[in-house]
C-alpha cells in the first residue's frame, strides 16, 4: 500500500525535475538563446512585414468598392491593359539596367578604393559613401532641381558651351535616363562597399601565385578576384534588384510616372491607381505582381550561392 | 489611538448625498460636457490662413463644451489623400476631414450624409456651384459639407503689360474691376491668337501638360468650351465624337506655342513662370500672384486674374472643391455637424477668405461678391474677377460630367493632357482617340 501511494508522487516529482532539467537545457542551447533574442525583431516582421503582406493579398482579391471577394479577376483586368504592360516593361529597364549600372560602378571604384594606400582610403570611403546616405527623397529633390524642365542648372551649363537645352524629364527617353542615373548615384556606393569588404578578404598569396604563373591584369581579375567574389556579387544583385524593382521616391519625386506613363514603375503606379485612384484593390494587385518576378529571381541566385558554399 | 465611530445617521446622510451627486451629475454642465471632436483641415499654404479657422474652431468650442484638436494636414506629397485613405481603411479617424474634390464619391459608403446641415446653409447662403453639386452629391445625399477653404477657379491670370505688347489684348479693359466683363471678343480664337503673338514676343503662355491637376483643370475646360467628354453623364463611352476631335486638333494648335517642355510640368511649374517674368499668362488661382507680391513685385503688379476665353459650346472654368466631411464611424457627428454649420456662416466664411489674401473661394452663390476681392492688389482690383461674381462663366472640373468615380480615374490618370500630348507628338487622331477609349473602359470597372 505504502509503495503504492508513494509511487505517483516520485514519478510526478521525477517528471518535474526532467521538465526542469529539460528547460534548463533548452535554455542553455545556443539556438534557443538566439531565438529569444531574435524574437522580438520577428514579431517585428510578423507586424510590419508579413501581415501587411497577407493584407496586400486579401486587398487585391475584392472588387473596386472592396465589398465583394472576385478572386484572381484583379490581376484578369491587369492583364489586358495596356499600360500595365507598359508598366511592366520599365519596371524591369529600370531595375536591371540600374542594377548592371550600379555593380559595374561599384566593382570600379571599389578597386580604385582598394588601392589607395591604408592612411588615405577611409576618407575616400567616407565621401563616396554620402550619396546612399542621404535619405533618396532629399537628395532626389536636389536632382528634380538640376533636371527642372525650364531651370535645369545642367541645360545652364550645356548652354553656356551652345549645346542643349536637353528635356530631361519632358520626353520619354530622357525621363528614363534621368531617373535610372540618380538610382545608379543613390546605389553604386553600396555595391562599392560591399565589393571593398570582399576584395579585401582575397588572399593575397592568390594573386602572388597568380603573377608568377603570368597572369596579367585582367586575368586576375578573371580567374581569381571574381571568382573569390561571386557569392557577394550574387547576393548584393539580388538585394539591390529586390530594393530597385521596389523603388518610389526617385520616379514620384522626379517624374511621377511621366511624361505620358513613360517613367511609371510598379510603386508609382500602384500608388496612382490605388490612392490617387482611390482603387486600392487595383492598387495592390499591381504592387503583389512584382513579388513571383522577384521570387523567381531570389531562388536562382540564392539556389546558385547554395550550390557554391556546397561545393566549398 | 483614537478611531471615530460612523453614527447610523451619518452613513444614511452620506449615502444619500451621494446618490443624488451621481444621479445628478449628467446634467451639470463640465468644462467638456459635449465630448471631444479631432480635426483635419487642410494646411493652407498662406501663411496665417490656419490661424483663422483655427480661433473659429475655438469659440465654438468654447461655447459648445467641446474638447477639440486640430491636425493641419499638408496636400503636399498627397499626404492628405494618403490620411483620408488610410482612416476609411481603419475606420477610425478625425470626426472632421478636409477632402478634395473626388474624395467624398470615392468614400461615399462611408460617409455621413450631411443633408440636413446643407438644407439649412443652401437657405442662408444660397445655391452651391455645379461643380459642387457634382462633386458632393449621389443619389441626392450630400456626402460632406463644401469648404471654403482651399477651394479655387484656376482661371487665367495674364500679365497686363506682356499681354497688351506682343497680343493688343487689355485684359483689364476685357475685365474691369467692379464691373462686369465684357469679353465676348474673349474666345478660343482669340486665345490662340494670343497664345501665338506672346510665343513669338518671348513670352509664352505658361499651360502645362503634365499629369498634375493645374495641366488637366485646363484640358478639361478647354475641352467642355467644345462640348467634349470622354464620357457622359450616364457613363457611355463618348471618346470618338466630332467634339473631342475638335478640342484635340485646337490643344495641337496651342501647344505649338507653349513652353517646349510644358509635357514635364507639375502644380509648381506655372507659378515659377509667371514670377520669373518668362510668361505672359498662366491658368491658376491667385497663389502665384501672391508669391510675386513677395518675391518680385514688380510683376505682381502687373497680374490680372480674369475669366476664361470661351469656346463653341460654352465658356468653362476650372473649378476644385474641397469639402469636410464626418466619418460613418464618427464618434461625436452632432458635434461635427455643429462645427460644419458654424464654419459655413458667411461671417466665418469672411473671416478665412480674407486670412487667405482672397485665395480660398466659397462655392455658394451669396458669397462671391465679398469685399476682400475687391480690394486686394497691387494692382487694385486684381482678384475682382476671380469669383466669377457675374456668373460669367460655368464653373467645371475635368472629366465631369462623367459619373464621379469613372471622372476620378480620367482626372488621376490625367487622359485629357496624354491625349493631347500624344496627338501634338504625332499620333494620328483615330490611334489616339482608340487609346483614350481603352483607358476609359478600363476605367468603368466596379
Known amino acids: 500500500m505504502a509503495d503504492v501511494v508513494l509511487q505517483p508522487n516520485r514519478a510526478a516529482t521525477a517528471k518535474t525535475a526532467r521538465k526542469r532539467s529539460s528547460l534548463h537545457n533548452a535554455l542553455r542551447r545556443k539556438s534557443t538563446v538566439a531565438f529569444l533574442m531574435t524574437l522580438p525583431l520577428i514579431l517585428l516582421i510578423a507586424l510590419l512585414v508579413i501581415y501587411p503582406a497577407f493584407y496586400a493579398i486579401h486587398l487585391a482579391t475584392l472588387n473596386k468598392s472592396m465589398q465583394r471577394f472576385i478572386g484572381l479577376s484583379n490581376f484578369e483586368f491587369l492583364f489586358k491593359r495596356e499600360t500595365f504592360w507598359l508598366v511592366v516593361k520599365q519596371s524591369c529597364i529600370f531595375a536591371i539596367t540600374a542594377v548592371i549600372f550600379k555593380a559595374v560602378l561599384g566593382f570600379i571604384i571599389a578597386h580604385f578604393v582598394h588601392n589607395i594606400p591604408a592612411r588615405g582610403q577611409r576618407k575616400w570611403r567616407g565621401m563616396l559613401l554620402v550619396p546612399w546616405v542621404i535619405p533618396p527623397a532629399m537628395s532626389t529633390l536636389a536632382w528634380l532641381w538640376l533636371f527642372d524642365p525650364s531651370y535645369s542648372a545642367f541645360n545652364y551649363t550645356l548652354g553656356l558651351f551652345g549645346a542643349g537645352p536637353i528635356p530631361w524629364t519632358g520626353d520619354a527617353l530622357w525621363a528614363r535616363f534621368s531617373v535610372i542615373l540618380v538610382n545608379i548615384w543613390v546605389g553604386a556606393p553600396f555595391f562599392m562597399i560591399m565589393y571593398l569588404a570582399a576584395l579585401k578578404s582575397v588572399p593575397e598569396q592568390l594573386y602572388e601565385a597568380a603573377a608568377i604563373d603570368g597572369a596579367n591584369w585582367w586575368q586576375r581579375i578573371w580567374y581569381v578576384t571574381l571568382p573569390m567574389m561571386r557569392n557577394i556579387i550574387a547576393i548584393t544583385t539580388l538585394f539591390s534588384l529586390i530594393v530597385t524593382f521596389a523603388n518610389f521616391d526617385i520616379v514620384r519625386i522626379l517624374t511621377a510616372g511621366g511624361p505620358l506613363d513613360h517613367t511609371h514603375i510598379f510603386a508609382t503606379w500602384a500608388f496612382r491607381v490605388g490612392i490617387e485612384g482611390s482603387d486600392i484593390p487595383l492598387g495592390a494587385s499591381v504592387s503583389l505582381f512584382m513579388v513571383p518576378i522577384l521570387a523567381i529571381a531570389a531562388i536562382f541566385i540564392l539556389r546558385d550561392v547554395n550550390k557554391r558554399g556546397n561545393e566549398a | ?446
Not at chain 2, 12 to 22: E, G, I, P
Not at chain 2, 123 to 130: A, C, L, T
Not at chain 2, 431 to 444: I, P, Q, R, S, V
Open chain 2, 1 to 446: 489611538m483614537s478611531r471615530k465611530k460612523l453614527t447610523r445617521r451619518q452613513f444614511v446622510a452620506a449615502t444619500a448625498m451621494s446618490s443624488a451627486a451621481l444621479i445628478s451629475a449628467p446634467y451639470v454642465r463640465g468644462a467638456y460636457a459635449a465630448g471631444k471632436l479631432s480635426i483635419g483641415f487642410w494646411d493652407h499654404w498662406v501663411p496665417g490662413a490656419n490661424k483663422a479657422s483655427t480661433d473659429i474652431v475655438n469659440e465654438w468650442a468654447a461655447k459648445e463644451k467641446v474638447e477639440v484638436s486640430i491636425d493641419y494636414i499638408p496636400s503636399q506629397g498627397n499626404k492628405l489623400i494618403l490620411t483620408v485613405a488610410a482612416e476609411a481603411q481603419a475606420r477610425s479617424g478625425h470626426d472632421v476631414i478636409a477632402m478634395q474634390t473626388w474624395f467624398p464619391h470615392a468614400h461615399s459608403e462611408q460617409l455621413e450624409p450631411m443633408n440636413d446641415v446643407m438644407g439649412d446653409l443652401i437657405k442662408q447662403n444660397g445655391e452651391p456651384n455645379g461643380t459642387m453639386k457634382y462633386l458632393g452629391q449621389a443619389g441626392g445625399k450630400w456626402l460632406a459639407v463644401p469648404a471654403s477653404v482651399g477651394s479655387q477657379i484656376k482661371g487665367p491670370c495674364s500679365r497686363i503689360d506682356l499681354m497688351k505688347k506682343h497680343a493688343g489684348i487689355d485684359v483689364q479693359a476685357m475685365y474691369p474691376a467692379g464691373a462686369a466683363p465684357k469679353a465676348d471678343d474673349w474666345t478660343l480664337d482669340t486665345f490662340l491668337k494670343a497664345a501665338e503673338a506672346c510665343h513669338k514676343g518671348g513670352v509664352p503662355f505658361g499651360i502645362g501638360l503634365g499629369e498634375t491637376t493645374d495641366n488637366v483643370d485646363t484640358a478639361g475646360a478647354i475641352f467642355q468650351s467644345f462640348g467634349a467628354a470622354l464620357v457622359d453623364g450616364k457613363g457611355n463611352l463618348t471618346v470618338k465624337t466630332d467634339a473631342v476631335r475638335q478640342a484635340l486638333d485646337y490643344y495641337k494648335k496651342l501647344i505649338a506655342f507653349l513652353p517646349p517642355d510644358a509635357g514635364a510640368w507639375d502644380d509648381a511649374s506655372n507659378n515659377k513662370w509667371l514670377v520669373s517674368g518668362r510668361g505672359a499668362l498662366i491658368m491658376n488661382p491667385p497663389s502665384a500672384w501672391a508669391v510675386a507680391k513677395r518675391d518680385a513685385p514688380q510683376v505682381a503688379e502687373q497680374c490680372w486674374t480674369h475669366g476664361f476665353p470661351a469656346g463653341p459650346k460654352g465658356r468653362y472654368a476650372p473649378y476644385l472643391g474641397y469639402f469636410w466631411g464626418t466619418w460613418s464611424f464618427s464618434k461625436n457627428k452632432e458635434a461635427a455637424k455643429s462645427l460644419l454649420r458654424t464654419l459655413s456662416q458667411p461671417d466665418a466664411i469672411e473671416k478665412m477668405v480674407v486670412a487667405s489674401g482672397g485665395y480660398d473661394l466659397p462655392c455658394y452663390e451669396k458669397l462671391t461678391t465679398l469685399k476682400v476681392w475687391q480690394e486686394e492688389g497691387p494692382p487694385k482690383g486684381t482678384l475682382y474677377h476671380y469669383p466669377n461674381p457675374h456668373n460669367h462663366q460655368t464653373l467645371s472640373i475635368a472629366a465631369a460630367p462623367a459619373p464621379p468615380k469613372i471622372a476620378q480615374q480620367i482626372y488621376t490618370q490625367a487622359t485629357l493632357t496624354k491625349m493631347c500630348l500624344r496627338h501634338a507628338q504625332g499620333e494620328a487622331m483615330e490611334k489616339t482617340l482608340a487609346w483614350a477609349e481603352g483607358e476609359c473602359e478600363g476605367f468603368m470597372r466596379s
